[in-house]
Every structure is written in structure tokens, then in C-alpha cells.
T-cell receptor
Framework: GQSLEQPSEVTAVEGAIVQINCTYQTSGFYGLSWYQQHDGGAPTFLSY????GLEETGRFSSFLSRSDSYGYLLLQELQMKDSASYFCAVRDFDSGNTGKLIFGQGTTLQVKP | NAGVTQTPKFQVLKTGQSMTLQCAQD?????MYWYRQDPGMGLRLIYY???????DKGEVPNGYNVSRLNKREFSLRLESAAPSQTSVYFC??????????FGPGTRLTVL
């Protein structure tokens, strides 16, 4: 079967750095994505890793290790507006060209002053 | 460009009633998806359509039907609503890549 594990909650202070981990188990693997969702809002795409290594987009970075079936999202210089839920999602071989994703349960990040 | 639009935004149904949730995208995407999200939970795929004219079941298809009316529109129908279908429903679209674009959601309550 397919499964993703990520922590349910993370708390950090404004200006700090936080890392949200994601481990996955899938039948084959195309890539790992991250989505952000504010309370009451829709998920929005943050980043994608298809190959091992670090991808950086402004204050956010995402890392993937395919050999460890593991990735993380790194948020730097935390701001209050970063308080949200963060979901990792994988696309596996079964999805073919459909773009079908399997989402994790989400990590709620609370940023405190 | 409006992106992905969904109607209605809110809906209250009684058990056994039927309704159709509408979704449209103006990004010329091939693939479209319907998810449900329960409180404190992740997104679970109900149905998806990889291209116009095709639809496939996702993780939780029971109690739902879909129609890919054309490339732009993908509707979700509840034939006989049940309280277990109380949820937030999101439609999404993509070019079959890793980035999916989501609509604002429909908040459905079944009494």
C-alpha cells in the first residue's frame, strides 16, 4: 500500500527555522510535493522534488532522499503568516500520467511571537 | 483568469437528498480531481479525470459519481446524501504534473 507519515503539529517562534519531515512508502516513486493550507482556505502548491537534493524557493526549501524514502520542508525566518497546515504528497508509478497524488495527513505549524 | 472555480460555496442537505457540486477551470489543464477533507485530516481523493472523456475512482468513491462534461468542467454528484458525507470538498486541476491548483472548496453539511 501507499502511506505517508508527517508530524501532526509543530510549534516555533517568529524568526526561527522549522523543519517538517515526511516519510513515504509507495510502489515506485515519481516525486514529492509540498502544499500549504491556511485555516478555511484551499491548499496551494509550495514545492516539488523529483530528484535527490535541496530545492530552494525564497524562505522555503524542500529536500528529498529517495534512498531513504524521506523528505522535508524547511521554513526559515518564520513569520506569523506561516501559521498553516503543510501537506506532503507523492506521485507514484500507479498514477502514470494522471498526476494523481497521495497526500499525508498534514502538519499544523503554529508560529508564536 | 479565474483559475479553478467551485459552486456552491456552502450547502446544507438533509439525509437522502441529492446534489451536484460544480467545478470549472480555465487553465486548459488535462487532469481534474475531486477531494474531500474532514476536520484535521488530509485530502482524500474521491474521483479523478486524467483527460476529457475519462474518469477513475480514487480512494473513497463510494456514494459519489462524477461527470467530465468537457475539458473545463468536472462535476461531483451525491445521489443520496448521508451524514458521513459532511465534509469540505475541493476540486483541483493540473497538467498531469506535480502541481495541482485547487478551487476554494464547498462546505457541505448533511443533517
Amino acid at each position: 500500500g501507499q502511506s505517508l507519515e508527517q508530524p501532526s503539529e509543530v510549534t516555533a517562534v517568529e524568526g526561527a527555522i522549522v523543519q517538517i519531515n515526511c516519510t513515504y512508502q509507495t510502489s515506485g516513486f515519481y516525486g514529492l510535493s509540498w502544499y500549504q493550507q491556511h485555516d478555511g482556505g484551499a491548499p496551494t502548491f509550495l514545492s516539488y522534488n523529483g530528484l535527490d537534493g535541496l530545492e530552494e524557493t525564497g524562505r522555503f526549501s524542500s529536500f528529498l532522499s529517495r534512498s531513504d524514502s524521506y523528505g522535508y520542508l524547511l521554513l526559515q525566518e518564520l513569520q506569523m503568516k506561516d501559521s498553516a497546515s503543510y501537506f506532503c504528497a507523492v506521485r507514484d508509478f500507479d498514477s502514470g500520467n494522471t498526476g494523481k497524488l497521495i497526500f499525508g495527513q498534514g502538519t499544523t505549524l503554529q508560529v508564536k511571537p | 483568469n479565474a483559475g479553478v472555480t467551485q459552486t456552491p460555496k456552502f450547502q446544507v442537505l438533509k439525509t437522502g437528498q441529492s446534489m451536484t457540486l460544480q467545478c470549472a477551470q480555465d487553465m486548459n489543464h488535462n487532469s481534474m480531481y475531486w477531494y474531500r477533507q474532514d476536520p484535521g485530516m488530509g485530502l482524500r481523493l474521491i474521483y479523478y479525470s486524467a483527460s476529457e472523456g475519462t474518469t477513475d475512482k480514487g480512494e473513497v468513491p463510494n456514494g459519489y459519481n462524477v461527470s467530465r462534461l468537457n475539458k473545463r468542467e468536472f462535476s461531483l454528484r451525491l445521489e443520496s446524501a448521508a451524514p458521513s458525507q459532511t465534509s469540505v470538498y475541493f476540486c483541483a486541476s493540473s497538467l498531469a504534473g506535480m502541481e495541482q491548483f485547487f478551487g476554494p472548496g464547498t462546505r457541505l453539511t448533511v443533517l
